[in-house]
């Protein structure tokens, strides 16, 4: 049987050189297309040698619609910058996409929704299996401890992360307001100066930029007899990329809908 073809959008960003070595490796998919912003300086670079491994023979290019056509289902882990054009040619050229770009606004998710009508998408602010399960375990404490316990998340990545949340702590934190039954009001992002006594349904977010931290998010539940914490620490990117590629070999055959880690994991 022949191997799945994957193009990748944002090749050749840190989770782009993860998913070109999980696809090189890979018995059941193969790298298709690696798609680069127009200008680049790593045009017509051979994607394999960027990523720290032999030659693929596939060359960063900016064609997209070239990608699109020797490819069977796309991943795009480029920045939002030029996500609605990336997703208006998928939608175009019929092809089902995996997105893992992260910082999109409203308007750009709006967008997925609606591009979802048309072509099969899987969406999800982090592939990594382990974070998935820590999407589940979340909503499982936070419906059991409801307002007995205060609810704190940090989220720790590398210094050169732009957005702040992670995609990932703001799903950590949609998953608490709808198991706790809270709006956001409630959150409060960071602490600062004077504040009174804590409200029972806060939920408060922290971030932490430094070093080179793949990346670390931490639930916290605290009462004033204990403290229970969740936490997922990556080591790898390959725990992502691998995620992705699950999520793209997932697409494969499926109808038209918007689809998240949990369909593809099964949980």
Same mark, same amino acid.
């Given at each position: ?36 912003? @127009?200008?680049?300086?790593?045009? !017509? ?19 997209? @619609?070239?990608?699109?056509? *020797?490819?069977?289902?796309?991943? !795009? ?27 999109? *606004? ?25 974070? *998935? ?14 307002? !007995?316990?205060?609810? #704190?998340?940090? !989220? ?24 706790? @039954?809270?709006?956001?009001? *409630? ?37 004033? #007899?204990?403290?229970? #914490? ?38």
């Amino acid at each position: 049987m022949s191997k799945l073809k994957i193009g990748l959008i944002g090749a050749n960003g840190r989770m782009g050189r993860a998913i070109i070595q999980v696809l090189t490796a890979s018995n059941k998919s193969q790298l298709s297309a690696a798609v680069v912003k @127009e200008g680049s300086v790593y045009t !017509d670079f051979d994607s394999g040698i960027h990523s720290g491994i032999k030659e693929t023979g596939i060359t960063f290019s900016s064609d997209l @619609e070239t990608a699109c056509e *020797n490819s069977d289902i796309l991943i !795009d882990f480029s920045t939002h910058t030029g996500f609605s054009k990336n997703l208006s040619v998928a939608v175009s050229k019929k092809k089902p996409i995996v997105i893992g770009t992260t910082g999109l *606004n409203d308007l750009e998710k709006k967008e997925i929704v609606e591009a979802s009508t048309h072509i099969p998408i899987v969406f999800s602010p982090n592939m990594s299996v382990g974070v *998935n399960l820590l999407f589940k375990l979340t909503e499982i404490a936070a419906k059991v401890l409801q307002d !007995d316990f205060d609810v #704190e998340v940090l !989220d720790i990545h590398h210094r050169h992360k732009k957005d702040s949340p992670s995609g990932t702590a703001q799903h950590i934190k949609e998953v608490l307001l709808k198991a706790l @039954e809270r709006k956001e009001e *409630n959150v409060i992002y960071g602490r600062h100066g004077m504040y009174p006594e804590r409200d029972s349904k806060e939920i408060a977010m922290h971030t932490m930029r430094a070093g080179e931290v793949i990346g670390e998010h931490t639930v916290f539940f605290f009462s004033p #007899e204990e403290r229970i #914490e969740i936490a997922h620490k990556a080591q790898d990117r390959k725990t992502f990329a691998v995620g992705a590629v699950k999520a793209a070999e997932f697409l494969s055959g499926k109808s038209k809908g918007l689809y998240n880690m949990f369909d593809v994991l099964g949980i």
